[in-house]
């Protein structure tokens, strides 16, 4: 896990440096954001590069924690507090999430399973429902 936090440490450093320019996309054209929520527990601020689905004005991540079978902890913290600032670039951007259900659900999982083809694997091998998440400005 260490190993994790450190390297999401220096991607988003690296992120904010080049002002996006540098690991602000990944393979397969898909874009990355850097996601600030409240610590549940600690009410500190933390920072995560999250790959991220355009759907229109709004941003869309998965909370896939890596395929793994607990939740990410900014999903955790954004259950607590909806309130966030997405990192694009240089654009700081304030947002409120919510979990998509129904039919909002419907429609985006086939279009991130396909943005993201991982996404699709994640959910195939979890025994949990991996949520979408999605963040409106």
Excluded: C
């Amino acid at each position: 896990m260490s190993n994790y936090k450190s390297f999401g440490k220096f991607h988003t450093w690296v992120y904010r440096l080049s002002g996006g320019k540098v690991l602000g996309t990944l393979g397969l054209g898909r874009q990355v954001l850097l996601l600030t929520t409240t610590g549940r527990k600690s009410g500190a601020r933390r920072t995560t590069p999250l790959i991220y689905m355009p759907d229109g004005e709004r941003f869309v991540l998965y909370g896939s924690n890596g395929g793994q079978e607990n939740p990410p902890a900014w999903l955790l913290n954004l259950e607590a507090d909806p309130r966030a600032d997405v990192e694009i670039g240089r654009r700081r951007i304030p947002v409120r999430a919510h979990v998509a259900e129904g039919a909002e659900h419907e429609r985006l999982l086939p279009v991130a399973h396909a943005y993201n083809p991982h996404w699709k694997g994640y959910q195939e091998h979890a025994r949990r429902r991996i949520p979408l998440v999605v963040l409106r400005p």
